[in-house]
């Protein structure tokens, strides 16, 4: 098994990659908001579009997960 310990220039890489996400993800919510959306609206709707676009026949299941990263969970009441 390979040696999973990180290098310092990982650790740097991996930092800089967070912050570069958490700047997109920021933009991205802003933007949403200024257009009337919230973010999570605007996240089903571009996958959504994603399905469409891979013809994909899209269900709430597979659209949650992609939303959500996790399964479609039903509770009963």
Known sequence: MADAR?????YEMLA???FALRKFIAF??????RDGL???QHQA???IRAMQGQGL????KRLHKRVLGRP???RRR
């Open 6 to 10: 990180l290098t310092d220039e990982d």
């Open 16 to 18: 800089s990659f967070r």
């Open 28 to 33: 991205s919510e802003a933007a949403a908001r």
């Open 38 to 40: 919230t973010p999570r």
């Open 45 to 47: 709707l571009l996958g």
């Open 57 to 60: 026949r899209g269900t709430a």
């Open 72 to 74: 479609l969970s039903y």
